[in-house]
T-cell receptor, first 111, second 114 residues
Framework: QKEVEQNSGPLSVPEGAIASLNCTYS??????FFWYRQYSGKSPELIMS????GDKEDGRFTAQLNKASQYVSLLIRDSQPSDSATYLC???????????FGKGTKLSVIP | IAGITQAPTSQILAAGRRMTLRCTQD?????MYWYRQDLGLGLRLIHY???????GKGEVPDGYSVSRANTDDFPLTLASAVPSQTSVYFC?????????????FGAGTRLSVL
């Protein structure tokens, strides 16, 4: 059974700070990694995808992947109150392309 | 451009009743998925379809059935609803079923089974 683990939070950061969200996964052959953002009462929306080791930057967001440690993270720079949401980590395996989701980390950005 | 449309938005259902949740996408995506989301359990895959005419079971398929008669529609049926099926249901789609394919989600259906 593939597992994706995230701290449930809540993670509270002041406005303008860096928010760091972490995710570990159990399937060593996982290929693709995604971060979704979900506002309360809304559906998940993709904010980042990463497929190879290292960092990938998109605006204020940076995804970091370390396959040897089975670890993927999301950094949000200059956090804004509008970033307050639950962040879901999702992983696909090699044999199956289905997504396995973590339970999500709730982020609160305090003005 | 609508993307993925789910209906109904919400529903209260008596236990034992049959219910079909509708999902339609206009992106001509080959793959479609049904998830349920419960507090403390996250998103769990119920059924999926890699292409029209094929379906597969996800992590929690019991009590649910799906069909994929064409590319655009992927209805989810609860044959005889039970209270444990109270949840928020999300339909999603992706261009193909490969590992790098991004899934896009509908707005969800909030279902209460009493």
């Amino acid at each position: 059974q593939k597992e994706v683990e995230q701290n449930s939070g809540p993670l509270s950061v002041p406005e303008g700070a860096i928010a760091s969200l972490n995710c570990t996964y159990s399937d060593r052959v996982s290929q693709s990694f995604f971060w979704y953002r979900q506002y309360s009462g809304k559906s998940p929306e993709l904010i980042m995808s990463i497929y190879s080791n290292g960092d990938k930057e998109d605006g204020r967001f940076t995804a970091q992947l370390n396959k040897a440690s089975q670890y993927v993270s999301l950094l949000i720079r200059d956090s804004q109150p509008s970033d307050s949401a639950t962040y879901l980590c999702a992983v696909t395996g090699a044999g199956s392309y289905q997504l396995t989701f973590g339970k999500g980390t709730k982020l609160s950005v305090i003005p | 451009i609508a993307g993925i449309t789910q209906a109904p938005t919400s529903q209260i259902l008596a236990a034992g009743r049959r219910m079909t949740l509708r999902c339609t996408q206009d992106m001509r995506h080959n793959a479609m998925y049904w998830y349920r989301q419960d507090l403390g359990l996250g998103l769990r895959l119920i059924h999926y379809s890699n292409t029209a005419g094929t379906t597969g079971k996800g992590e929690v398929p019991d009590g649910y059935s799906v069909s994929r008669a064409n590319t655009d529609d992927f209805p989810l049926t609860l044959a005889s609803a039970v209270p444990s099926q109270t949840s928020v249901y999300f339909c999603a789609s992706s261009e193909n079923s490969g590992a790098k394919n991004i899934q896009y989600f509908g707005a969800g259906t909030r279902l209460s089974v009493l």
